[in-house]
């Protein structure tokens, strides 16, 4: 009787290498949970090679590092669907190739997918372990670390110059997950990407030589496009800001008159209205004297009390029964503050949609669903985030919404109803994270992408391979 070999214990993270695929070294998260195993993958492309299907990619083998490209290429073996974590089920190429891991090397299957939002590069699963493998989940890189110098040796050639566009990201915090993904989503392209802090930009008004300034006096006027990502807070500065680049002729992702008009979330639902879009039915006054008539507009209780100048689901309070509305809209009446009063659609169940609009079309969306005893589900309240189906219906109107509002990028919140899908809100600053991580969609390469198309500029390939059909 033959003594079995002895496995290898790994921990719940380490570093591996893809040798055929050219790939020395790539910082794998081990899950014996997930029966496939997968590889961060993109522009994919099919094309045929001694009657045989092939298929070719990029990868970003580094984690937070978009400028290294390996390209790729490997036979398919198989084409499923593979449902990932986040519940999205899509249809893959499935490759097999070498893997190697301290000083052992054998054949695994692996999924190609874009795992941006996923973190880790490489996923792998019980499938590529059985047999060979024990995973020991409290520990980490058993096979040893590799330092960011080995790293930069490993990858030397596979850097990407940057020659692109010159883009200034206008926002206020670098560190944000959205801001971040925006200058890395720029960076892989190819182009230069700069942070700039609204509060840190200032403007020369000159009919002669109209400036943008930055701190210390560095001029912005040789951009040649700005993303404007202003806290609400800022929006009169902001869209002042935004005005300026655009008098003296850079492009801005989103219009300094389209933010102000989303802003103005009364004049955006008038504008919304007028342009024969659905809403739920709402009440707006001036004097507390009107409340009740107010509550009588959208049907009595229950009903919703929004805060105009609230941001992306802040401000925003349900009110069961008359009395409380009453309460609540005199109380915020008496510190002056502006409220919208809005029909509760009760069939929701305290859900709604995020739809991601960029350019015209929609590229991403997900389902919120409020967490209990909270009305509205919002990117800031612990919610349970979800995939979602849409209606054609939806999405003409959200891409509606988007247009008539003079929006390039959008995020826009639909509820469902008996009498069809109705407007909630539209946001010209949404949140990335949360809507790439459930969908696994690359919404900031979509809007780098919006941007590219405006200015007629056009992506060089890593490789010359052109020919097969797209993934």
Known sequence: MSTPEPRMIIGSEEWCALPALGIPAIKVRVDSGARTSALHAFNIKSFKRDDSLWVGFEVHPLQHNRRTIVRCEAPVVDRRLVKSSSGVTEKRYVIRTSLQHDGQCWDVELTLTNRDSMGYRMLL?????????????????????????????????????????????????????????????????????????????????????????????????????????????????????????????????????????????????????????????SGFADSPIETGELIDMVNGAPLVVKLLEGPQGRGVVLAETRKAGESLINAFKSLQANLLVQEYIQEAEGRHMRLMVVDGKVVAAMQRQSIPGDFRASAQRSVSSSTVKLTAAEKRLAVKAARVLGLKVAGVDVIRSRRGPLLLEVNSSPGLEDIEEVTGKDVAGAMISAIERQLGWKRPLASSLEAGADS
């Open 125 to 281: 699963g019980r499938e590529a372990m059985v047999g060979r493998v024990l995973v020991d989940p409290a520990a980490a890189f058993l096979g040893g670390e590799i330092p960011h110098e080995q790293l930069q040796t490993h990858y030397a050639e596979h850097i990407r110059e940057r020659s692109g566009l010159h883009i200034g990201l206008l926002a206020s915090n670098p560190d944000l997950p959205s801001n971040r993904r925006l200058m890395e989503a720029g960076e892989e392209r190819g182009h230069h990407l700069y942070f700039y802090d609204i509060k840190q930009c200032y403007m020369k008004l000159d009919a002669e030589t109209p400036e943008v300034h930055y701190r210390g006096g560095q001029i912005l006027n040789t951009l040649d496009a700005v993303i404007p990502r202003i806290r609400p807070d800022l929006t009169f500065y902001g869209c002042a800001l935004v005005r300026q680049f655009e008098s003296i002729g850079v492009f801005s992702l989103n219009s300094a008159e389209s933010i102000g008009s989303s802003r103005d979330k009364l004049y955006a639902l008038q504008v919304l209205l007028r342009h024969g879009l659905s809403i739920p039915v």
